[in-house]
């Protein structure tokens, strides 16, 4: 879900680093807030590249199979290093694979990072909103919401960035009636990264708790 | 894996391309990324061609590098773009029972495929001749936060080993019989989770073991970071011409552009 060089005007391309720019600045302003901002580099950058690497795994669904995003689930692992981390994923893809691109990169990061941040927030809200459920039934709503809104935010603004950028030359009914089918398409994805999600929630709690709660 | 057949990204060389200053190289080229970006007329896509061509053929890659990594990057804007002259457009210019082609819709086609492949081009040009310390490094200098650098340089630095690992893993499963005999979805799905649970758990413990070992050396002591140090011997002048040249090109492109579109 990269929209690769050569799509979008350059003027969007332009504000997607600007907004890409502001996001960051914030991001880094929260991390120096906390005690030892240094600490936690070489855990955001290793998990980072484990999430690069991971996310080649591709899982079946009969009669084909997916590849999954992530992005929820490296925001409800690492906060606010979940932006920096999908930034410089994306900088090493363009990079090494040519895949999404570097006028898109600024575009390609709000596209995937602030899905991100939101749902770590989601899953930060476990804390407080999941009070009334078993620790297990709130972490596994909330693990799927953060898994879900992550790829499901993703899709939402790629869809809305190719829409206001088709040439106008394009049926528009025709245009909207196959944006709309592959909307309704990505539904069953969000649902199984939302599951994915979870799975994998349940296996850190199970081996490695300390993961959830940094 | 493809990251593991696209480690060699910085081909060595002495072209006026490796020479040229790491920062002018890496302004200019952006510029002209941009520039190529906002070009909206098929007639202009033979000129940035000329220019993207000409800087290729200054960097004196070989062209064994630009079509190996050319076609997964293409394999996406096919599918992007693949089926506009099939739904836009009004001029129909070959049809077959219900498929008819579109004079419009190809040329908007044309005119996207044709950017996405002179920025790609240009994005080989500058990563071909730059190592990617001195990207970094390079980055850093034009007002970069440390940690973002310090962070892209561990992600790169452990990419290949994380990978490596997977790989292993990986062989490790299939020889315990994973995707030998038919299983259920719900065990294969258990597999995969288990897989890239113990991923991100044996990069969290090696994390632990990295930090204390860039603590041991210093790390996070009187706001020391891990400087990014340029390659010994890149960049060794700094062309003026080819900066001049490009930022000229770039400027072309966006008046040319603009006359379009007041005439």
Known sequence: MHI????LPAPVC????AIAGGVTWLALKRINQTVDPQAEVPKAALLAAAFFVGSSISLPVPPASVHLVLNGLLGALLGWYAWLAILIGLLLQAILLGHGGLTTLGVDAVMMGVPALIAARVFQLRHRLGKPLSPKRSLAVFSFLAGAIGVG???LIFFTLIIFTLPSTLDRSAEQGFLTALMVAHIPLIFLEGVFTTLLCFFLLRIKPELLES | MAIALHADVFIPGDSPLHRWAVRPKLLSLLT???AISLVRHLLLLPWVFGVVGGLYLASRLPLQYLLRRLPYPGVFIVAMVGLLPWVSGETVIWQWSFLALHLEGLQTATLIAGRFLAILITGFVLLGTTPFLDLLAALRSLGLSPLLTDMTLLTYRYLFNIAAQLATMRQAMRLR????????????WGWLVALFGSLLLRSYERSQRVYQAMRLRGYG???QGLSPTPAAGSARAAPAPMTVLTLLSAFSFVIAEWIFLAS
């Open chain 1, 14 to 17: 332009v504000a997607g680093y």
């Open chain 2, 221 to 223: 002591q009187q706001g």
């Open chain 2, 177 to 188: 019989g994973h995707g030998l005999r038919r299983q259920t979805l719900q065990r294969q």
């Open chain 1, 4 to 7: 690769p060089d050569g799509i």
């Open chain 1, 153 to 155: 935010l993703a899709a």
């Open chain 2, 32 to 34: 002209l990324m941009f």
